[in-house]
C-alpha cells in the first residue's frame, strides 16, 4: 500500500514555529513530525509515501534529499573533493513529493496527485497529527466493512486537568482526561482511488463534501482508536509531544521490543 500525506498547510495556529518552516517539519526530539508519522506507517510494513506539498514545500525536499548527510557521520576530503558517508542511516521507503500548490484546500491536494495513486485501496493522513494505532487492525476493518472510506475516530484529550471531588475534599486529580465524550475525525484513512470522482477542484475541503458524501451513501466505516493520539496544532501541543519524547512517547511503536504486529499490510 501507499501512503498521502497532506503537508502543505500553513500551521498559522502555530505561528512560532511556521514562520520559517511548513507544520510537518517542526521538529519533535530532534525529528520532523512528519518523520514521526512515516516511521509509524514504515513499522507496519507501508514505505511508498506520496507527500502533498504547499507552503514552504521546498523545504520538505530539500529534507529528504539530504537525508543520509543529515543522519549519518561524513568524511569530507577538501584536498581530493570527495565525500564518504558512514554509518549510513536508510530508510526503506520511496517518497514522492508533489507540489500541490499554497492555497490548495486538503481535498484538492489529494485529487492533485490521483495519477501516482494506481488502482489499489491507500493510507491518507495529515501532516500534524501521532498515535499509537494500530494500522493492521484499522485495515482489516476496512476490508470487512467494503465501504470506499474508513476513517479513524478519536476522542481528543482534554486541555485542562480534572478534579474528582466529594464535598470540599479532592478524592483524585486526572492530568489531560478525555474530553467530553464525542468522538472526532482523527485522520488516519484507509481510502478507495474511487473517492477522487467526489472531489471537485483545488477549492474543495474532504472534510466537506466528500466526507458528507460518503457518510450521506453509507460508504464511510468507522474504526474506533481509544488509544494515544494528538495533534500538533498549537505551541503547547508541541511542547507536550516533546516531554513525551524525553520519557517514553507512545507513538514510538518501532522501537517496541516485540515485534508481534508487525505484519506487512
Known amino acids: 500500500m501507499k501512503c498521502v500525506i ?10 512560532e514555529e511556521t514562520d520559517t518552516r511548513p507544520k510537518p517539519m517542526v521538529e519533535v526530539g530532534g525529528h520532523p ?33 539530504n537525508y543520509y ?3 549519518s557521520d561524513i568524511t569530507v576530503n ?8 558512514h554509518n549510513n542511516k536508510s530508510e526503506p521507503w520511496k ?8 492555497e490548495t484546500m486538503t481535498g484538492g491536494r489529494l485529487k492533485r496527485i490521483g495519477k501516482y495513486l494506481g488502482e489499489e485501496d491507500f493510507c ?8 499509537n494505532i494500530d494500522l493492521n487492525s484499522l485495515l482489516e476493518s476496512h476490508k470487512k466493512e467494503q465501504c470506499l472510506a474508513t476513517v ?23 492530568e489531560k482526561p478525555k474530553g467530553d465524550g464525542y468522538w472526532i475525525n482523527g485522520g488516519f484513512f484507509i481510502l478507495s482511488p474511487k473517492v477522487l470522482s467526489l ?13 458528507e458524501t460518503l457518510a450521506k451513501n453509507k460508504q464511510m466505516n468507522v474504526y474506533f482508536h481509544d488509544g494515544f493520539w494528538q495533534p500538533m496544532d498549537t505551541l503547547r501541543d508541541k511542547l507536550y509531544l516533546e516531554n513525551l519524547w524525553g520519557n517514553k512517547a507512545p507513538w514510538k511503536v518501532w522501537d517496541k521490543i516485540s515485534i508481534e504486529k508487525k505484519v506487512c499490510l
Not at 78 to 85: A, G
Not at 95 to 102: N, Q, S
Not at 152 to 174: H, M
Open 95 to 102: 517518497i514522492t513529493l508533489v507540489d500541490t500548490g499554497e
Open 124 to 131: 491518507f493522513t495529515y501532516g500534524d497529527g501521532l498515535a
Open 199 to 211: 472531489i471537485g477542484d483545488d477549492s474543495t475541503i474532504w472534510e466537506k463534501t466528500p466526507m
Open 33 to 65: 513530525i512528519i518523520w514521526h508519522i512515516m516511521k509509524i506507517y514504515s513499522y507496519y510494513g507501508i514505505h511508498e509515501f506520496v507527500i502533498c506539498l504547499g507552503y514552504k514545500g521546498y523545504l520538505i525536499k530539500q529534507y529528504f534529499l
Open 78 to 85: 577538501l584536498r581530493e573533493n570527495t565525500t564518504t558517508i
Open 152 to 174: 479513524t475516530a478519536v476522542q481528543p484529550p482534554g486541555r485542562f486537568g480534572s478534579l474528582d471531588l466529594e464535598g470540599n475534599k479532592v478524592l483524585s486529580f486526572k
Open 6 to 15: 497532506l503537508a502543505g498547510g500553513l500551521g498559522t495556529r502555530l505561528a
Open 69 to 71: 548527510e543529515r543522519l
